[in-house]
T-cell receptor
């Protein structure tokens, strides 16, 4: 079983919709990262969380340490949000990241 | 925000040649940099952890003589793919850990290597 599970696997939404992407993990962590990757493109760090909630523009990330769960929300989605969203957890002192498989989001105009 | 650059962004080389990829932290110091490899439609796979001034730590299954890593300064790490073969064609991504915030990692834009 993968240590980091993301759901749904693929997601298609209509422009303007509110989108939620989930990430569950099974190990103790010091931090959780949400990453974005456009087709053929590099990785962009969206958030790093160790507790609570962070907001940046239309993106909101939350984490519940007790439940080992994090969500990434996109408000007023736009076609340019179409990308792969990857959840990665940091196990602690050695800072190696364990990655989820990523979720492919497609936002239709 | 912190920026990590990679150079080149893409490279095509002939089989048997060596290719060097640079990873630079532009506005922060990084004692540790990580090198990842990504195959199409797959997630990132950690290849090695690069520490400034010391030898890199390679993940199991990664050939250290094939993928040479040098981390000579707090802002630069290089990955050299030696005697490249078509199966080395991949997307190589680095990340750098900020000296001040141990858990924060910043990712480079990646380098697409195609070996013909």
């Amino acid at each position: 079983k993968n240590e980091v599970e993301q759901s749904p696997q693929n997601l298609t939404a209509q422009e303007g919709e509110f989108i939620t992407i989930n990430c569950s993990y099974s190990v103790g962590i010091s931090a959780l990262h949400w990453l974005q990757q456009h087709p053929g493109g590099g990785i962009v760090s969206l958030f790093m969380l160790s507790s609570g909630k962070k907001k940046h523009g239309r993106l909101i990330a939350t984490i519940n340490i007790q439940e080992k769960h994090s969500s990434l929300h996109i408000t007023a989605s736009h076609p340019r949000d179409s990308a792969v969203y990857i959840c990665a957890v940091c196990g602690g002192a050695n800072s190696k990241l364990t990655f989820g498989k990523g979720i492919t989001l497609s936002v239709r105009p | 925000g912190a920026v990590v650059s990679q150079h080149p962004s893409w490279v095509i080389c002939k089989s048997g040649t060596s290719v060097k990829i640079e990873c630079r932290s532009l506005d922060f110091q990084a004692t540790t940099m990580f090198w990842y490899r990504q195959f199409p439609k797959q997630s990132l796979m950690l290849m090695a952890t690069s520490n400034e001034g010391s030898k890199a730590t390679y993940e199991q299954g990664v050939e250290k003589d094939k993928f040479l890593i040098n981390h000579a300064s707090l802002t630069l790490s290089t990955l050299t793919v030696t005697s490249a073969h078509p199966e080395d064609s991949s997307f190589y991504i680095c990340s750098a850990r900020d000296l001040r915030t141990f858990d924060e990692q910043y990712f480079g834009p990646g380098t697409r290597l195609t070996v013909t």
